[in-house]
């Protein structure tokens, strides 16, 4: 969304806005790359201080941690300290009246908690912090230590911001929030024209059947392995032999070897097929007739989902974070519960040879789209919620 923003006629019009990161320089670059207009850039770096204990790897996680909460307890108040004191210096220089800060979970790096800090000792009028990922509760001791910060950051963050219900209802139970504090705001999405249909040739070979796809890392909370036993327990019941469907898998990562030794030995090479990294991931969703997100955890508003709806696509997801705020489940696509194959399966299966119901959510998702998830929507909303800030600042 960063580009987005800096990026926006409006937004320019009535903001002057700057940004300031922690990163390595090649983050700058790739920003500079989308960005249509320059705006002011600081760069921030933090001396990070090293691990000062490592744990035997033989002794069990939970005692580990017990025996290095003292020592994190040590660096953690005098590093988050020095981090809001760096801060505070480069807010000086832009003398905000608005203070948007982008995190990842909460909470998130030690950085976004430190931002809060120097805003508010900066005397900042409204301070925004938005909230990508589901809180962290408090049930490990790295956790208890932070208490005493998340208790300062519910107090002078104005407002926090979430793409998706769920999280924030997660992040209001975590730090006991207010409802009046949490705005959900989902991500907007601006496309790129499509292309032509060149990929469509090199991926299916004159295939006619039904052509789903997953996009997604191939690691374990993306549930591959879900989608793959959903396939097989599929041709198993219906004695499928090839040809009435096919999983296109998209993307790359570290299971992509048990992946491929769980398709070679179950004999699913005529309906799962890998395509590695795709450099148009908006036109290769195009080809779909649908877009599976197997995922099992670790998700909140998946960006791929709404790619899908923009494009007309029906969408079959697991029921997790934000995917319920997206997909209007026998309406735009089919939710099914998190790691249940037979759900999946089942979803799988009508979709198949219904080309009505497959057209009629594709269509429904598009309405949905451009309803409730463009670009446009999405910065209005951020504009609304600056103007009550300064309004009553």
Same mark, same amino acid.
């Given at each position: 969304?960063?580009?987005?923003?800096?990026?926006? @006629?409006?937004?320019?019009?009535?903001?002057?806005?700057?940004?300031?990161?922690?990163?390595?320089?090649?983050?700058?670059?790739?920003?500079?790359?989308?960005?249509?207009?320059?705006?002011?850039?600081?760069?921030?770096?933090?001396?990070?201080?090293?691990?000062?204990?490592?744990?035997?790897?033989?002794?069990?996680?939970?005692?580990?941690?017990?025996?290095?909460?003292?020592?994190?307890?040590?660096?953690?108040?005098?590093?988050?300290?020095?981090?809001?004191?760096?801060?505070?210096?480069?807010?000086?220089?832009?003398?905000?009246?608005?203070?948007?800060?982008?995190?990842?979970?909460?909470?998130?790096?030690?950085?976004?908690?430190?931002?809060?800090?120097?805003?508010?000792?900066?005397?900042?009028?409204?301070?925004?912090?938005?909230?990508?990922?589901?809180?962290?509760?408090?049930?490990?001791?790295?956790?208890?230590?932070?208490?005493?910060? @998340?208790?300062?950051?519910?107090?002078?963050?104005?407002?926090?911001?979430?793409?998706?219900?769920?999280?924030?209802?997660?992040?209001?139970?975590?730090?006991?929030?207010?409802?009046?504090?949490?705005?959900?705001?989902?991500?907007?999405?601006?496309?790129?024209?499509?292309?032509?249909?060149?990929?469509?040739?090199?991926?299916?070979?004159?295939?006619?059947?039904?052509?789903?796809?997953?996009?997604?890392?191939?690691?374990?909370?993306?549930?591959?392995?879900?989608?793959?036993?959903?396939?097989?327990?599929?041709?198993?019941?219906?004695?499928?032999?090839?040809?009435?469907?096919?999983?296109?898998?998209?993307?790359?990562?570290?299971?992509?070897?048990?992946?491929?030794?769980?398709?070679?030995?179950?004999?699913?090479?005529?309906?799962?097929?890998?395509?590695?990294?795709?450099?148009?991931?908006?036109?290769?969703?195009?080809?779909?007739?649908?877009?599976?997100?197997?995922?099992?955890?670790?998700?909140?508003?998946?960006?791929?989902?709404?790619?899908?709806?923009?494009?007309?696509?029906?969408?079959?997801?697991?029921?997790?974070?934000?995917?319920?705020?997206?997909?209007?489940?026998?309406?735009?696509?089919?939710?099914?519960?998190?790691?249940?194959?037979?759900?999946?399966?089942?979803?799988?299966?009508?979709?198949?040879? @219904?080309?009505?119901?497959?057209?009629?959510?594709?269509?429904?998702?598009?309405?949905?789209?451009?309803?409730?998830?463009?670009?446009?929507?999405?910065?209005?909303?951020?504009? @609304?919620?600056?103007?009550?800030?300064?309004?009553?600042?």
């Amino acid at each position: 969304m960063l580009p987005n923003f800096f990026n926006s @006629d409006e937004l320019r019009s009535k903001y002057s806005m700057s940004f300031s990161f922690v990163g390595p320089p090649i983050y700058l670059d790739g920003l500079k790359k989308r960005l249509s207009r320059p705006i002011k850039i600081y760069r921030i770096v933090f001396i990070n201080l090293p691990p000062v204990f490592h744990c035997p790897a033989w002794l069990p996680q939970f005692f580990g941690r017990l025996i290095i909460a003292p020592f994190r307890l040590i660096f953690y108040f005098p590093s988050l300290l020095a981090k809001s004191i760096i801060l505070l210096r480069v807010f000086k220089k832009v003398n905000p009246d608005i203070l948007h800060i982008n995190n990842g979970g909460y909470p998130g790096a030690s950085s976004s908690l430190a931002a809060v800090m120097a805003g508010k000792a900066l005397g900042v009028k409204g301070i925004v912090m938005v909230v990508n990922n589901m809180a962290v509760g408090y049930g490990s001791p790295s956790r208890w230590i932070e208490f005493p910060v @998340d208790y300062l950051v519910r107090r002078y963050v104005n407002y926090f911001v979430t793409g998706s219900r769920a999280a924030a209802i997660r992040l209001g139970d975590v730090l006991n929030v207010s409802n009046n504090k949490l705005k959900v705001i989902p991500n907007g999405l601006a496309l790129n024209p499509l292309k032509n249909d060149d990929q469509k040739n090199s991926h299916l070979d004159g295939f006619h059947g039904r052509v789903f796809g997953v996009v997604a890392l191939l690691v374990p909370r993306k549930g591959h392995l879900v989608l793959f036993n959903a396939v097989l327990s599929l041709i198993k019941k219906k004695n499928y032999e090839g040809g009435e469907f096919i999983v296109l898998v998209e993307g790359s990562g570290y299971l992509k070897e048990s992946l491929l030794k769980f398709v070679c030995e179950n004999n699913l090479s005529k309906w799962i097929r890998f395509v590695g990294d795709q450099p148009d991931i908006i036109q290769f969703i195009s080809n779909l007739d649908a877009l599976i997100l197997p995922s099992i955890r670790d998700e909140d508003f998946p960006n791929v989902v709404l790619e899908a709806m923009s494009l007309g696509k029906a969408v079959i997801a697991s029921r997790l974070a934000g995917t319920p705020d997206q997909v209007e489940n026998g309406v735009t696509g089919i939710l099914f519960e998190p790691g249940n194959v037979k759900q999946l399966s089942d979803a799988i299966h009508d979709l198949i040879f @219904d080309n009505d119901l497959t057209a009629s959510m594709g269509a429904a998702a598009l309405v949905r789209f451009n309803q409730h998830f463009t670009l446009a929507k999405s910065l209005a909303g951020y504009d @609304d919620l600056y103007t009550k800030l300064l309004k009553n600042g």
